[in-house]
């Protein structure tokens, strides 16, 4: 089992992401440690002290990958008995060749808020995303479907609330989402007359019957609702209307809500709003 | 203007981290682009006609950051006319000798579900935390509290509802969230009664005054409840009440959401249940 740490003097979300990758490429086992807002001397060095421990109670060399901006902190670091990775190292060199201009490195520049820089208006536009996603969670509300980037259409429980609030969260967009339900006409299925006006905003979601049956049984064990028979009849015909109303959708049954997510928006061309 | 793409066989979200995190060093005007799922000869040859138009088009080489799995398909990004930068390239080298392993890249490994690794459990946590913090948001749900790994406290319009929702979709943590309303009684502010119980998991967010001011006015501009007096009013009695309880609490005015999430994990030492 190697230890993992991921240490910045900032949220360490950046060193995790890059930790993640590489750690994708190898098989092992592993146990993860985030020491985020290392912005001291003092935390520096109770840092190494626990990559040390580590390290002793282990007998493996602890694997740490780091992204600070100030030197000296780093210094204290890579002064640890852990084996260290810094992808700026490399990088940032090349980089500043290219576009003929000098690092200025500054905490906090990457998940920040900047309020000159223009993102306080990119992350408002975030919040006010994530509060349009949860106003217009589950059809309600759709007398605002006039500001909707997105609307997730499919029968429960296929993840259109998961996607809708990550889109909402990570790309600032507004994403409504609307369910098909046992008092929609299911023999003779329509697109519901609320989202007619609004078909060239619609994404369809769908699931293997056998998934959705896993998780609709969680929640209504033994139920008509979370039976094999009730989840293939309404997948099938929620995707035969897909087809007929050619309504772009997504089998989400293998992916993650990430990946469903830059699914949508790599077949939309939809606009996000935060970067 | 440089124009930026972000390439990649799977989500680029590692992409985007990476190129967001090296950008974040230079003072720079950009144009970003996604070009995700890139995952065959033909779309890496059209991702490559995209890079040489957006060169022609500005005069400034597009900067690319790109990770791939397929090594023929980074061979067709690299070929151009771009400023290629890959992490991988450098790292994954000197990570294999110190484990002693060869990398076995995968495609999706880094932000898919693998139904063998355990991690369509950690991956169905996140969802099931999404969940709860969608049932256990502002206050409803309490009888649920016993399952919360937090419940944050503030007044209206903190943050609780989009970090709980961050903290449920990045990390599978079961994030509740209880307002301090006007039904409270200010003057003489109390620990909420449903919470006594659970003080342990209680964390308390505020603002400054102005900004709170600012947020709410957005919502019912010239009201009481958007007034400089009463936000002062709400916050200063709502931290001193968490400093009498001893309630650890954050100013989240100059964070974002990640930033405020990483915040509270970094001082409660709250288990990630996904990383």
């Known amino acids: 089992m190697r230890t993992i740490f991921y240490i910045s003097d900032g949220t360490a979300l950046t060193a995790e992401a890059?930790?993640?990758?590489?750690?994708?490429?190898?098989?092992?086992?592993i146990e993860h440690k985030t020491l985020a807002f290392i912005d001291s001397e003092a935390k520096a060095?109770?840092?190494v002290s626990k990559i040390n421990a580590a390290h002793q109670a282990t007998g493996e060399r602890p694997i740490i990958f780091h992204t600070f901006v100030s030197l000296e902190l780093k210094r204290i670091i890579t002064g640890s008995s852990g084996s260290c990775y810094d992808?700026?190292?490399?990088?940032?060199?090349?980089?500043?060749?290219?576009?003929?201009?000098?690092?200025?490195p500054k905490t906090n520049r990457t998940h920040g808020i900047q309020e000159n820089g223009g993102i306080r208006d990119s992350y408002d536009s975030r919040i006010e995303a994530v509060n349009y996603s949860l106003a217009n969670d589950d059809g309600s509300n759709i007398a605002d479907y006039d500001q909707a980037d997105i609307i997730l259409l499919g029968v429960s429980r296929t993840?259109?609330?998961?996607?809708?609030?990550?889109?909402?969260?990570?790309?600032?967009?507004?994403?409504?989402n609307y369910p098909i339900t046992e008092d929609d006409d299911m023999e003779n299925l329509q697109l519901?007359?609320?989202l007619k006006l609004h078909r060239h905003k619609i994404f369809g979601l769908t699931l293997e019957p056998q998934r959705l049956?896993?998780?609709?049984?969680?929640?209504?064990?033994?139920?008509?609702?979370?039976?094999?028979?009730?989840?293939?009849?309404?997948?099938?015909?929620?995707?035969?209307?897909?087809?007929?109303?050619?309504?772009?959708f997504l089998d989400?049954?293998?992916?993650?809500?990430?990946?469903?997510?830059?699914?949508?928006?790599?077949?939309?061309?939809?606009?996000?709003?935060?970067?």
Chains 1, 2 share one sequence.
């Open 159 to 176: 993840g259109k609330t998961p996607t809708s609030l990550y889109l909402a969260l990570h790309y600032g967009i507004k994403a409504a």
């Open 252 to 275: 989400s049954t293998r992916f993650s809500v990430e990946e469903i997510a830059a699914k949508i928006l790599a077949e939309t061309n939809l606009e996000r709003h935060h970067y």
């Open 18 to 29: 890059f930790g993640r990758a590489m750690l994708s490429m190898f098989p092992l086992k």
């Open 192 to 194: 519901p007359k609320a």
């Open 213 to 248: 049956h896993e998780i609709r049984s969680k929640r209504r064990e033994g139920s008509r609702y979370a039976s094999m028979q009730q989840c293939r009849f309404e997948l099938q015909e929620v995707e035969k209307m897909y087809r007929r109303e050619a309504i772009p």
């Open 45 to 47: 060095e109770q840092a």
């Open 87 to 104: 992808f700026l190292d490399y990088l940032v060199e090349p980089l500043s060749r290219e576009l003929g201009i000098d690092a200025q």
